[in-house]
């Protein structure tokens, strides 16, 4: 039994790995990428911009005239959020010999299913998932575009305790590898900088119903709450405390960066901060690509850039190379650089993390958010 | 003191939402013996028509708070109350008299059909609306914490109130109840006496849509977000309310409901925000292990 399920499992093996070097080999039909993230959940406005942006990445590319001399086809994988849909929509991509994969969102997916990458020989670039372990503990195929949240938390931890002197701070978190890691990374720099929490807490994702988690830091007199998860239930949160009648800040991540947050909070959300890199939407070498995007009434907010990046770096080290060999490309990607894309000049360190990361503040007001000059 | 008047108030207007779903289950459990899976997804309906409805309005400029938000109220209670009739005809008429899971598996199917249906047509995003009833009064003051009670959460409690009272008249006064009651009892007696049963389950399943579409209209109201996916902790939650309160008994559904809000509300308020389930589902155990039948249920006497 065990003897011919071994043979089974082997004669089964045998296809795909011929069927790998088939793709890497200079083949004539297209190059398969992905783009992976929550195209459905509550976060798909989030997946939404990682599909326009990927889209738009693709067919510029293609209208170069390809990648050594082929076409580039993307696919597209939905794990709405839940690490288990990940894996499985990382397993489906590698069995249709994708080569790269511009994903995942959040930080909760993108770690499990870089194992999976990592054993297919996919390499994975993350426009947004900033958990630090992602590329700590990734393997050679992890890379991000974004930056972490030990760096983002630094920031956010060390303008609380100097804004925020002597005022009561809540600290939430989702529990998720974002949201929690994220909290971590601010209450740390935030005790550092001579400033300590009345309460830091959990709550559950995916409710409706936070009024008894507002009422507590009512209760507790909280002027500040930092919240590290994403944009539906930080809105959620803040819209509630307003309207228990609570006169607070709320301040969160890069998860936030989304009109949709705006569309939850209304004018609830007017005051709120959140931390960014500074947009890249305004800068020089982006204006060719953000012309585009206007002109097919797309806003290229939050993560579109960014994924169309992560697709551009790809294939400019495809290009250098004259191959697409994953592992290849991974290497060449921490050797070389800086690469040229819409972000400007980006380099990565031995982890794949890249290495100027700057993260700003951005203030909510009137339904936009803009850049908090200090 | 106040705080624990503030978290009252919080957890009276969230138990009475799972009530109000929970009646439904109770409902159509009590009258056929069987759980319709589907109704969390029912309540997803209503909510969703009770937004449609309130955008339409918006649109045509009709907006002038009561009257608008009772006018939704009453569109989606008629047009959830369809599905619900739909429900019961596609998926529990056809398999009256098969064996007893059938129409177990196909509420479920019909659950994740109204799920997918919705997101497709609907778009998988939340979907927002602003504040219609800002505002509240001010309770009691200790300090500086200012304990708050919405309009919201009055319409809430109030109209809750109000449907209940309306249904258990409807049970325990009218021929329709009458009907309802002796379908409950024994629905191969009651249709030799001229009931016409299958006409009596069809309206339970409409009246438990509707007070569905209840919910749902106050779950839009109250927290201005919802998507495809609501139906199912919500439903979760108002199953367990049922089963809390002993499922079959009208009262005892609401009951559970509030016992389920105050549980949730009074744990994250004094301990940890993020186990209060674990405290709701260890309490449910609880009772179940000493009072079989939940809290106002009745002995099931076994006919032979």
């Given at each position: 039994m065990l003897n011919r399920r071994t043979l089974l499992q082997s004669g089964l093996a045998l296809p795909a790995v011929i069927g790998a070097g088939d793709a890497f080999a200079q083949g004539t039909g297209p190059i398969r990428i992905a783009c992976a993230g929550p195209l459905t959940g509550s976060n798909a406005a989030a997946g939404d911009q990682m599909k326009v942006g990927a889209t738009q990445a693709v067919a510029d590319l293609n209208a170069a005239g390809g990648l050594l001399g082929r076409q580039v086809a993307l696919e597209l994988g939905d794990d709405a959020c839940d690490p288990r849909q990940a894996v499985s929509v990382a397993n489906q991509l590698?069995?249709?010999?994708?080569?790269?994969?511009?994903?995942?969102?959040?930080?909760?997916?993108?770690?499990?299913?870089?194992?999976?990458?990592?054993?297919?020989?996919?390499?994975?670039?993350?426009?947004?998932?900033?958990n630090p372990r992602f590329t700590d503990e990734g393997g050679w195929n992890t890379f991000r575009v974004c930056g972490r949240d030990d760096q983002q938390g630094l920031v956010a931890g060390k303008y609380i305790a100097d804004n925020f002197k002597g005022k009561k701070v809540a600290i939430l978190h989702d529990n998720q590898a974002y949201g929690?890691?994220?909290?971590?990374?601010?209450?740390?720099?935030?005790?550092?900088?001579?400033?300590?929490e009345v309460l830091f807490t959990a709550y559950n994702p995916g409710e409706r119903d936070y009024s008894a988690l507002v009422s507590r830091m009512k209760g507790a007199g909280v002027d500040v709450m930092y919240i590290g998860g994403y944009y539906t239930e930080a809105g959620l949160i803040l819209r509630q405390s307003k309207e228990q009648g609570m006169n607070v800040t709320m301040i969160g991540g890069d998860s936030l960066v989304t009109k949709d947050f705006w569309q939850i909070t209304g004018a609830a959300g007017e005051g709120a901060l959140m931390t960014f890199s500074s947009d890249p939407r305004n800068r020089p070498t982006a204006a060719r690509v953000v012309q585009a995007f206007k002109a097919k009434n797309i806003d290229p907010e939050g993560y579109v850039l960014y994924t169309y990046a992560a697709v551009e770096i790809w294939a400019a080290a495809a290009k250098k190379l004259n191959a697409v060999d994953p592992r290849r490309i991974a290497a060449e990607l921490k050797a070389s650089g800086p690469w040229q894309s819409v972000l400007g000049p980006i380099s990565f360190d031995r982890k794949g993390d890249v290495t100027v990361p700057d993260y700003v503040f951005y203030v909510w007001k009137n339904g936009n958010y803009t850049e908090l000059k200090s | 003191m106040a705080y624990a008047m503030q978290q009252l108030i919080n957890g009276i207007s969230l138990g009475m939402i799972y009530g109000l779903i929970a009646v439904g289950y109770t409902m159509v459990y009590g009258i056929i013996g069987m759980i319709n899976f589907a109704h969390g997804d029912v309540f997803m309906i209503g909510a969703f028509i009770a937004l449609i409805t309130l955008l339409l309005l918006q649109m045509g400029g009709l907006m002038d708070g009561p009257a608008a938000i009772l006018l939704v109220l009453l569109v989606s209670m008629v047009i959830t109350a369809l599905y619900g009739w739909s429900v019961e005809r596609v998926a529990y008429r056809p398999l009256r008299g098969s064996f007893r899971l059938a129409p177990l598996i196909s509420a479920i199917g019909i659950s994740i059909v109204l799920q997918n249906y919705v997101q497709v047509s609907q778009g998988a995003r939340p979907?927002?609306?602003?504040?219609?009833?800002?505002?509240?009064?001010?309770?009691?003051?200790?300090?500086?914490?200012?304990?708050?009670?919405?309009?919201?959460?009055?319409?809430?409690?109030?109209?809750?109130?109000?449907?209940?009272?309306?249904?258990?008249?409807?049970?325990?006064?009218?021929?329709?109840?009458?009907?309802?009651?002796?379908?409950?009892?024994?629905?191969?007696?009651?249709?030799?006496?001229?009931?016409?049963?299958?006409?009596?389950?069809?309206?339970?399943?409409?009246?438990?849509?509707?007070?569905?579409?209840?919910?749902g209209s106050m779950y839009l109201l109250r927290y201005g977000v919802i998507d495809f996916y609501i139906g199912f902790l919500a439903g979760v939650k108002a199953f367990t309310a049922a089963v809390l309160g002993g499922i079959g008994s009208l009262p005892g559904a609401v009951l559970g409901g509030l016992l389920i809000g105050l549980i949730e509300t009074f744990w994250s308020a004094y301990f940890s925000v993020q186990y209060k389930d674990v405290a709701a589902f260890s309490i449910l155990v609880l009772t179940l292990i000493f009072l079989p039948t939940g809290l106002l249920g009745r002995q099931e006497v076994e006919k032979v």
């Open positions: 590698a069995g249709r010999r994708v080569v790269f994969v511009a994903g995942h969102y959040c930080s909760g997916s993108s770690i499990p299913a870089s194992k999976v990458y990592a054993e297919e020989g996919v390499l994975q670039m993350s426009p947004a998932s900033t929690k890691g994220l909290a971590e990374e601010t209450k740390k720099s935030m005790n550092a900088g001579g400033l300590q | 979907k927002p609306i602003e504040n219609l009833l800002p505002g509240g009064i001010e309770v009691m003051r200790d300090g500086p914490f200012v304990v708050q009670f919405s309009y919201i959460q009055m319409l809430i409690i109030a109209l809750t109130l109000g449907v209940l009272a309306a249904f258990t008249l409807l049970v325990t006064r009218t021929p329709l109840g009458r009907a309802m009651r002796a379908c409950e009892q024994d629905r191969k007696m009651a249709s030799l006496l001229g009931i016409d049963t299958d006409r009596t389950i069809s309206l339970t399943f409409v009246i438990g849509a509707a007070l569905a579409a209840v919910a």
